[in-house]
């Protein structure tokens, strides 16, 4: 991997050996499993919150590690180097439903809702997406009508990690109409996990002292390519009543929210990508220097020294830019166009990584014997979620030109 305390301090390495020992021993061993029946890892789950990995960079007050974005980007990078639907646990969790909460949030609502979230008590969601917005997330229908102290929340969300084994969301609705990103609020909704008897038998995903909102339900887990034993669901709102104090930052103001929480989401997503990539390269190296054509082992090829040569460079590449952005961030710096070149370049070096890993391992690496199908498929959604290949390249163009303005 290289050497990167130039890069790193201890606590960020030892952060990166005791999730590498963690993921090598528990999610390794069942991984093809869980990608078969599609069952969400509660096990696993429960697991990774004793040792404290969903609460990696928030104050240790609200039951935090009290570490920071590196660090939550290395643990993510090692969990996606085994199997990306674990990974997914902790990112979208701390990335999507946690981060907004601790930058946003009163005293008050991040006693509520970021205490239980990074003590990892229960998971979290972030609710942007809807059936007709995507990219174009200025575009939400679900609306919010103020009644009274109440506001009457109504719409529908999609493409929504832990819709169902969630607890507590994040979600934006449009408060005044015609205005654009301008007339949307941030919300925090809570409501009962729908495994809860598996939330039970763990000891993990449940909190009673969480009153679920009436008209607040998840709707059919969603089938895909990949990251199959991640919960994916619709959310579903019908005249659900949030009390004024679950405004999460400004009324009509919501959409810096969601565009600043995007911005870390970027670069967290941009760490699956990397662990992904080093995966299937750790794989590719192996099975290369195990197996043999022509009486010649497959790495003593000078064309297959290229492919992985030509790999890891790009991890390598990846992995500075990644880590670039989370000190940014972590600084306080802007970092609009770094977390947008962060998450485009490793996305797409994974989708490349990982077929290239797939091609060295012949027809094996078609097949389920062997985890690199798996990492292809998984690959794929990081040059989607978090905004598209094509969206991060017109973040990217427009912070890039408005520099070139700037020193004209």
């Not at 590498?20 to 599609?38: G, L, N, T």
């Not at 405004?247 to 990397?274: K, N, P, S």
Request: one cysteine or more; hydrophobic letters at 40%.
């Amino acid at each position: 991997m290289g050497d990167l305390t130039l890069l790193t301090d201890d606590h960020h390495e030892l952060m990166r050996d005791t999730v590498r020992d963690f993921a090598e021993k528990e999610i390794a061993p069942v991984a093809s499993q869980y990608d078969e029946s599609e069952d969400f890892p509660w096990e696993n789950g429960a697991k990774m919150s004793a040792i404290g990995l969903f609460g990696i960079p928030w104050d240790q007050v609200y039951g935090g590690a009290g570490m920071d974005l590196l660090a939550l980007c290395i643990a993510v990078e090692e969990l996606a180097r085994v199997d990306a639907s674990h990974s997914i646990m902790v990112g979208a969790h701390s990335s999507l439903a946690s981060s907004p909460i601790a930058r946003w949030g009163s005293d008050e609502q991040k006693d509520r809702f970021l205490r239980p979230l990074a003590s990892g008590q229960v998971l979290g969601g972030f609710g942007l997406t809807e059936p007709g917005s995507g990219s174009d997330s200025a575009a939400m229908r679900s609306t919010a009508e103020k009644k009274g102290d109440r506001w009457i929340l109504n719409g529908q969300k999609t493409w929504i990690t832990h819709g169902g084994v969630g607890e507590i969301f994040m979600v934006g609705a449009r408060t005044s109409p015609g205005i654009g990103g301008d007339g949307i609020t941030a919300f925090l909704l809570t409501k009962e996990t729908c495994d809860l008897d598996d939330a039970k038998r763990v000891g993990f995903g449940h909190l009673d002292a969480l009153d679920p909102m009436s008209g607040f339900t998840a709707g059919q887990k969603l089938r895909k390519l990949g990251w199959n034993a991640s919960d994916t669901r619709e959310l579903i709102f019908e005249d659900v009543e949030v009390p004024e104090e679950n405004v999460l930052g400004e009324v009509d103001r919501g959409f810096q929210v969601f565009m600043d929480t995007l911005m870390g989401g970027r670069i967290g997503f941009a760490a699956h990508a990397l662990g992904i990539a080093q995966g299937a390269l750790d794989q590719a190296i192996r099975y290369t220097g195990e197996r043999e054509q022509f009486n010649t082992k497959i790495q003593d090829f000078q064309g297959v020294r290229f492919m992985l040569a030509e790999a890891q460079t790009r991890i390598h590449a990846a992995r500075l830019m990644i880590y670039h952005a989370a000190r940014l961030r972590m600084e306080g710096k802007q970092h609009k166009k770094e977390a947008a070149m962060a998450k485009l370049f490793a996305s797409e070096a994974a989708m490349d990584i990982t077929t290239v890993a797939v091609q060295l391992h012949g027809g094996y690496g078609y097949s389920r014997e062997y985890p690199v199908e798996r990492m292809m498929r998984d690959a794929k959604i990081t040059e989607l979620g978090e905004g598209t290949s094509e969206i991060q390249k017109i973040v990217i163009s427009h912070e890039m030109l408005k520099e070139y303005a700037r020193i004209a």
